[in-house]
Structure formats: C-alpha cells, structure tokens
C-alpha cells in the first residue's frame, strides 16, 4: 500500500537526486524496507515538498550542515551531486564548503572539500575551478 | 595599522549585520582586541567578500549549520538576523531550519525553531507566517 | 485535513509524554504548525508506534543520546519525564545518564544528571536514590 | 599487581561482549598497556558491574548514543555484537538505531544501520528482518 | 570504605582546582554520590595523577578539547579556573582558545572566550591584557 | 602576489610541520589554490605566530581538540606529527589522548590512540612506551 506522501516523496527525490537517489534508496530497501520507505516518505515527501524555498538553496544548506557536522561523508557525497544536479554550480558549492571554516572550523572545511574532489572528478568537474 | 582587509571585512560586515553586527566585534574589541580584528579579516575581508555565492545562500548555509551544529546559539541570533537584513525571506528561514530535523534531528530543528521565534519577535515578524 | 498518522501520533505522544507532551506540541502549534504536525506524525506516529521495541527501552535509549549529545536540554527534560511516565525507574535513568560518561564524557554525564536533578526535584522524587 | 576492579571488570566485560571484547582488550594492551587497564576497570568495573540496570538495557542505550554521535564506529561495531550477546533481538536493535533519526538525523541512523548490516552479515544474520 | 585511588584523587583535585574543585564535588555527592566518587577515582586519581604530562599541559589540553566541543560550558569554566590555579598564564589561556577558531570554527572560540571574560573577572583579571 | 601573512605563515607551517606539512598545502593547491593560501595566512600566519604560548603548547591542545571531536582523524595524525616535530615527547601525546578519555569519552580516546599507533609506527617509535 503506497501513500500519497511516498508517491510525492518519489518524485521529489528523483528531482533532487537522479536516478542515483532512487538507487540508493532501492539498494537501502532490500535490507531496511520501512526505513527506505520514512527516507522517502519525510524528508522528501513531506519536506522537500514544501514550497518556499528552491531547490538549490535547500541543497546548498543541506551541504553547509553535512560539512559542518563532519560525521556524515556518504551523505555529503550524495548531497554534493544533488547539488550539481539541481543547478547548482561548482563554484557556488566549493564556496559554501570553504566557508564552513568558519563555523565548523579547518578540518571541517578541508574534508568538506576532499569529498568535494572526489564527487567533481566522478562528473568530471575540473579543479581548480577557473575564478579569474 | 589597519590593513585593507580589515576595512574590506568592515564594510562587508555592515553589508551583511548592519549596525548590530559593527556593534558586536566593538564591544568583543573591548576584552578581545585581536580576535576582533580576525574576526573582520578572515571571515569578512576573506570569505564573505568573495564572489561566486550570493549573500542570501551564504547566510542560509549558515543558519544551517549553526542550527545542525546546535551548539552556538548566539551566534544562530546573529545570522538569523543577519538573513533577515540581506534580504532571506522569513520563510525560507523558517523552511531551513524545518529541513534541519533531517540532517541533525529534530531537536536541533526545536532549537533552532526557539531562537527563530526569538529573532522575529524582536523583529516584529509575526508568527505563525502566512502560508496558504 | 488529519492524517491517520497524526491521530496514531498524538495518542502515542499521550502516552509517552502524558497531558505535559500535548502541551509543548500545542505551543510549539501557535508559531510553527507545519512542524507541530511533523513532530506528531514522524517521531510518534511513525517511529514510536511501531511494534519491536518497548516504550521503556525507547525512552532509555533516548536518554542516552540526548545526554551524549550534550546539544539538547530541553528536550533532554522532556524525555526524563517521558521515561518516567512509561515506567523506568530512577534508578535505571540515573545509570543510564552515569553509564554515558564512558562514551561521551564526564561532562556530558555531568551535565545531563543536573537535568536528572531539575527533573526529579519537579517530581518530588528524593536524591540521592537509595541503592542499598 | 592486579586490583579487584579488574577481576570484576574482565568477568563482566566477557560477559558482555564474549571472547571477542577480551581479544579487543588485549590488542589494546600490547600497545597502550594502561588504557587497556583502565577500559577494563572503569566502564565493566564499576559501571557495567552496577546493579539497577539489565545488560540488554545497557547495551540499547550504548547503541543509541554511540549512532547518535556518528564519529565512533568501531565501538558501535563492538556493541553491536555486544548487544547480541546479552540478548537484545536483532529486531530490537533496528528499531533503536531507527529512532535515532528522530533525535540525530537521517545520515546518523542511514550510517548506524549500515554497521548494522555489516554485523549482522557476520553473524548470519538475515536482512531484512521478518517484520510481520 | 575509601580506596587509595580516592585518597590520591582527592589530593590530585584539590591541587588542579583548590578547594573550589573540592566544594564541587561535594555538592555532586549530595545527589550523586556514587558518580562523586567516580570523578575523584578515575579522571583525578588515575590519569591526572598520571607522570609524564604536567598539570599546566594537561589543563590547557582540557580549556582546547572543552571549547571545541562546545557543550559543556559549566565544566570549561571549571576548569578554566583549575588552568590559572596550576600556573597558566591568563596569556596562554586566552591563546588556547583563540586558537580553536581554527579547529572548531570562530563560534566555538568566541562562546569559549565568553567563558573566558566570566572567569577573569571573577578573579580580577583585566581585559584586555597587556600584549605589547 | 604573496602578502607577508603568507611568507610569515609559509615559515612557521614549516616549523610547525616540517616538510610534510608544506607538501599537503602545495597538494591542496593544485585543486583549492585560495583554500590553501588561506590555510597558510590564518592558521600559520596569524595563529600559530602569536607569542604568548609555545609550539608545544599549541601542539597538545590541537591533539586534544581534535580527538575530542572525533571526526577530523586525517588533520590528527598531521597534529601527532607535527607535535613530535616540534618536541613534543611520545609519552606527551599518549597522555593527552588518554585523557580525553575524560572529557570525550573511551571512543574518542581508542581512536585517538588508534591514530597515534599509526603514526608511531610511520616514525618508527615503539610501543608501548616505556613508562617505568
């Protein structure tokens, strides 16, 4: 029994991340079934949903917060190419990773930006980025 | 000697916090002097007076991360504030920190939540904000 | 428009919390309703309805990572109350907050038994328990 | 010379986690012999040895907060078969590391049940559970 | 029963903290006893009584990791009084804690330097010091 | 152009960390090239130039800030390095990591002692330590 919320959720999260967040949502299920359904049905569906601020903000805060926190690499990788695939630029996105030496400190910052190459060389992002 | 960071980061302080945030590292400079002088330089002369992100984002990646990290509550006051002056509509303030509860759980989102209602009171934004 | 979720949620909350949760969800209602219905729905509705673990080892468990947090007092207390309300005893919650100074720390511990105290003072429960 | 709280603290610390803790322990000793003293006199000594609070609830709660933390792994891998080992179901151990992401976030509980598997894998333990 | 590792703790602390460290854990015992005694036995009668590291190193090493952490005020400010009773300069300490800017961000350092304004001037310290 | 802040923190980067220390900024270059001036000129150049408390000093508390939090473990063996570089003794740093067992929590320390037994390793430094 599908809800609404999931449907919704689905569609939102195919938006935000591709095909590839659908994969990992599918891959999560085989083992978690409910919890890939809450990861559908909350933070998509109900959240993501919400109008009132735009993709590419959410995707930006998304990122400040996962590079602050600094416990979280896999989901900072994901949420780096959601980022891109929401519009998003390379250099909106390393700035935001960069400034986060501010709140969270260098080391933050600087593993923020180890998983910032890693996820530009998979899409072929070239750095450094050109800032003339 | 006042180097011209220093009067870079100033300026961008005032862009940013208006007179409240001036305010704030004067009265820092009181016990402090040369952290208040970093303070202008590094995150103000070099990081926010850099091109390539919007003031609106950066000070919505802040309000995230301060709110993930959950441990900063007078500074969340000051970006909350600071999102306000150049230009973050209450709700998508509001829309951040809801998204909050996903990445850092929903005590982090409460609080974060408390200091929004602090801010807008002080503020005279009224609460609960018009979302029809 | 309720959810069957929410009404699943707020019977839950009831009774986790008692008549004192009710309340902080109503209040929390009067400037954030969106978030009010979301603190029902996901955590109440969704997660604490499920079968598979007792109310009694779900407060526990919350205890301990709130206390290791270290980031969330006031949610903290609510949970003391809530662990209270369901059955644990003192004594489990003062081991439980103690037990986390191996994991998280002395302050930590600390800082969550000074909760413990505010809570139990509330409460009329006497400290120090007898552990004869 | 080898004081009570030891003795103590070796026959709750198999009793916990089995061989394997003791095997821990004693890798630690050939590098750090002290703290490897210490790890067994003060969390099983004296913490684990108290009397008011169950072994599986001990376990729950160390679950819950070293997933809540996110920055502790190897030590959630230890208690995860720990937990295990005195008792807790798999299907209790899902719903703690679960419901951390009402109080830690989505990344903490996506990454506390990826140790999860990975224990489980090593056990023989089939995923998913069978949660009808 | 008092262990000999309480007689050299209580010895330990009241050298780190003075009396003032005493009349803290006193208090604590009022409620906690059990964990009052923990404090004395393990962090002050086993590590700070520990040769190889001198009081004024270890008491730095807990202003930076306290400050960092950024939840555990009350126990900074404990110990940030403990720094200056083992003979580190105000200079030092203030040093310590400007430098967590760059480890845990400028909030950490600027709530840790709150910490710090609080304890001076309970003792009289002046503001800013003289760094000519 | 290179500001004297640069020059200033190019030299004391190098006191600090030897050569290894400049090669990882030189590598943070080729992708971040302003990251890595920044890195040099806060740091090295504003922070660690500051008389007022020694390398040593600055060495042991980054060791503790950075195990205590427990997230940043490629900047804590650049730390553990750089703290024998500047001479700090081996015994030093295993006593600081210990006691973070205080403060942070056992995880924090076992893996903090984790990094310190690989960086020993690399500089051929054997374990246990001799602590007659």
Redesign the interface.
């Known amino acids: 029994m599908t809800s609404q919320r999931y449907i919704t959720g689905l569609e939102r999260l195919h938006a935000v991340d591709g095909d590839a967040g659908v994969d990992v949502v599918e891959t999560?299920r085989?083992?978690?079934?409910?919890?890939a359904t809450?990861?559908v049905e909350?933070?998509f569906g109900?959240?993501y949903s919400?109008p009132?601020?735009g993709l590419r903000?959410?995707e930006?805060?998304?990122?400040?917060?996962?590079?602050?926190?600094?416990?979280?690499a896999?989901?900072l990788r994901v949420h780096l190419h959601a980022a891109l695939h929401v519009g998003c630029?390379p250099?909106?996105i390393?700035?935001?990773v960069?400034?986060?030496?501010?709140?969270?400190?260098?080391?933050?910052?600087?593993?923020g930006?180890?998983e910032v190459?890693r996820v530009f060389d998979e899409r072929g992002i070239a750095?450094?980025l050109n800032?003339a």
Chains 1, 2, 3, 4, 5, 6 share one sequence.
Do not use: H, K, S, W
Request: charged share 15%; net charge negative; glycine share 6%.
């Open positions: 999560l085989q083992a978690f079934p409910d919890f809450y990861v909350f933070p109900d959240i919400r009132g601020l903000e959410r930006l805060a998304v990122v400040a917060a996962l590079c602050a926190l600094g416990n979280a896999p989901q630029t250099t909106e390393v700035e935001v960069m400034q986060m030496a501010v709140y969270a400190g260098f080391p933050a910052a600087l593993n930006l180890a190459r750095l450094p800032t």
